[in-house]
C-alpha cells in the first residue's frame, strides 16, 4: 500500500521541513508538497514529527533457545512500538551463534516473525575462527567478543585469540570490554555479600578498573594493527577521556541505561538495574553525556536483554545481568535529552546516521528519496505510559520495565517499516513487515 503522510515536521537529513511524505512501493518517492491527485492512503500528521526509524545496533532478543524471555516476534514487537525499526541482535542465545548454520537459522527464524529489520551479530570463541573467516561482510555486522563473561558462555580471555582474531576477521570485531581477571578479584573480595550490606555492590563487583583496563588495552591493539572496531557500552569518565584520543577507525557506544541511572540508584532498584558493565558514579554518568555530545561515543545502543521478573527478586548472586528496555524507547530519549536541551534530530544521528554511516547500511536511514520507507510519526506533546510490572499492556515478554513511574514525555503515533504501516496509535497492524538489513563492502 502507498501511503502520504500530510502536515508534518519532515526531520529531513538537511534540516526540519513542514511538508509531506510520500511512500510508494515501500519506498520514499518524494517529500514537500504532494499533489492532492498522487496515488495512496493519506494520513495527517497534524504537525507531528516524521523522522527516520531508530536502528539500534545493540539488542539481545534472546531468541532461539530463551523463548521464556523473549523472541524475535515479541521483542521486535516491543522495539517497534517505541520507534525502533532496525535492530542488531547479539549471539548469546542457546545454542550460541558460533557457527554459520546457527546463524543462518537465526536468519530463518527471523524472517517473517521480525516486526522491525534484523541483523545477526556473530559469537567469538576461542576456537571458532575458521568459521569467522567465511562469514560475509555484507550480511553479517559484526563479530562479538565478550572479554569479560556475561549472560551466555561466550567468552574470550586469552589475548593471543583476540590479536588473531582482529588479523582475520572479514568482518568488524565488536567489544565488550571488561577486563575478566580483574572482576574475579572483585568477586573474591565480595563474595556472599549482598544488597543489604552494600548498596552500590554491583559496581564492587564489577569495578570501573575492568572496564578502563580493557578499554586501554584495546585502543592499543587496534592502533598498533590499524585494524577498525567498535567498543560497546562505555560506562566510565576515564573511557571517554582515553577514547578522545582514539583513532578514527575505532568507535564506541553508550547505551541510555547509563544516562539514566547511576550507582546511586541501587537502593531504590537493585537486581532491576543489574546489568553488566555496571552502572558507575554520577560523576561518570556526567562524562558519558559530555562523550555523546561532543561525538567521542557516536552511537547509543540499548543493550536490551529481558530477564524475568522472578529472576531479578532473586538475591543478588542468582539473579541475572541484563535489563529490558524496548516498549517506550523514543519518548524516554525524548525526555532525557529535553532536560539537557537537545532536540530530536541529536538522537536521530545517534540511533540513525550514525549507524548508517558506521555500518555502511544499505538503503536504509534518513528521510531520503530510494531509501526504504522506515519512519516514525512522534507527537511531541503527547505522554507516554510505562505499565506496571507484570501487567499484560507491556510489549516485552517479560511484561516489566524500569521505566515504570517515570513520566515520559511524547508519543510514538505511528511506525512504518520497509512502507508498511506496523503500529499506529498503540495497535499492530499487518504482518511482521522486517527484512534482512544489507551491508555495503
Ligand atoms: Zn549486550
Known amino acids: 500500500m502507498n501511503w502520504i503522510i500530510r502536515d508534518a515536521r519532515l526531520c529531513l537529513p538537511s534540516g526540519e521541513k513542514e511538508g509531506d511524505a510520500w511512500i510508494k512501493d515501500g519506498r520514499w518517492a518524494a517529500f514537500g508538497r504532494i499533489p492532492e491527485r498522487a496515488a495512496g492512503a493519506s494520513l495527517s500528521a497534524q504537525g507531528a514529527y516524521l523522522l527516520p526509524g531508530l536502528i539500534d545496533t545493540h539488542v539481545h532478543f534472546r531468541d532461539l533457545g530463551f523463548s521464556q524471555k523473549g523472541t524475535f516476534y515479541t521483542e521486535s514487537r516491543a522495539a517497534l512500538a ?65 572479554l569479560a563473561s556475561s549472560t551466555g558462555e561466550l567468552l574470550v580471555t586469552d589475548e593471543k585469540v583476540v590479536r588473531h582474531l582482529l588479523q582475520e576477521s572479514p568482518v568488524r570485531l565488536v567489544f565488550h570490554s571488561e577486563k575478566e581477571s580483574l572482576i574475579q578479584q572483585a568477586q573474591k573480595t565480595w563474595t556472599g555479600a549482598d544488597w543489604e550490606q552494600i548498596p552500590d555492590l554491583h559496581t564492587r563487583m564489577r569495578p570501573p578498573e575492568a572496564c578502563i583496563e580493557s578499554t586501554r588495552w584495546l585502543l592499543s591493539e587496534a592502533r598498533r594493527t590499524s585494524i577498525p572496531i567498535h567498543i560497546l557500552h562505555i560506562t566510565t569518565a576515564e573511557e571517554v577521556k582515553l577514547l578522545r ?47 555523546i555530545i561532543e561525538g567521542t561515543l557516536e552511537v547509543i545502543g540499548t543493550d536490551h536483554a529481558p530477564h524475568l521478573w522472578t529472576e531479578k527478586v532473586r538475591p543478588y548472586a542468582e539473579a541475572p545481568s541484563g535489563i529490558p528496555l524496548h516498549g517506550a524507547l523514543l519518548p524516554w530519549l525524548w525526555t532525557l535529552g529535553r532536560a539537557r536541551g537537545l532536540s530530536l534530530s541529536f538522537w536521530i544521528e545517534k540511533m540513525v546516521y550514525a549507524p548508517v554511516r558506521l555500518w555502511k547500511i544499505q538503503e536504509r536511514g534518513g528521510l531520503q528519496e530510494g531509501n526504504w520507507a522506515d519512519a516514525v510519526l512522534f507527537q511531541p506533546m503527547g505522554q507516554t505510559c510505562v505499565p506496571p510490572p507484570r501487567s499484560p499492556l507491556h510489549y516485552s515478554r517479560v511484561a516489566w520495565s524500569p521505566l515504570f513511574g517515570m513520566p515520559l514525555e511524547g508519543r510514538v503515533e505511528a511506525v512504518w517499516v520497509n512502507g508498511v504501516l506496523s503500529f499506529y496509535q498503540g495497535r499492530f497492524y499487518a504482518q511482521p513487515a522486517g527484512r534482512a538489513v544489507a551491508f555495503e563492502q
Do not use: H
Open 82 to 146: 517505541g520507534g525502533v525499526t532496525t535492530a542488531f541482535d547479539m549471539p548469546n542465545t542457546m545454542p550460541p551463534t558460533t557457527t554459520i548454520t546457527q546463524w543462518e537459522e537465526k536468519m530463518k527464524r527471523a524472517a517473517f516473525r521480525s516486526w522491525t529489520n534484523y541483523a545477526f551479530y556473530f559469537g567469538a570463541t576461542e576456537a571458532n575462527i575458521e568459521e569467522i573467516k567465511r562469514l560475509s561482510p555484507l550480511q553479517v555486522p559484526g563479530v562479538k567478543v565478550f
Open 245 to 291: 584520543e582514539r583513532p578514527p577507525y575505532v568507535s564506541a557506544e553508550t547505551c541510555p541505561t547509563y544516562l539514566q541511572w547511576s550507582a546511586e540508584d541501587f537502593p531504590q532498584y537493585r537486581n532491576f538495574l543489574k546489568c553488566n558493565p555496571s552502572l558507575k558514579s554520577a560523576a561518570d554518568q556526567e562524562a558519558l553525556w559530555q562523550g
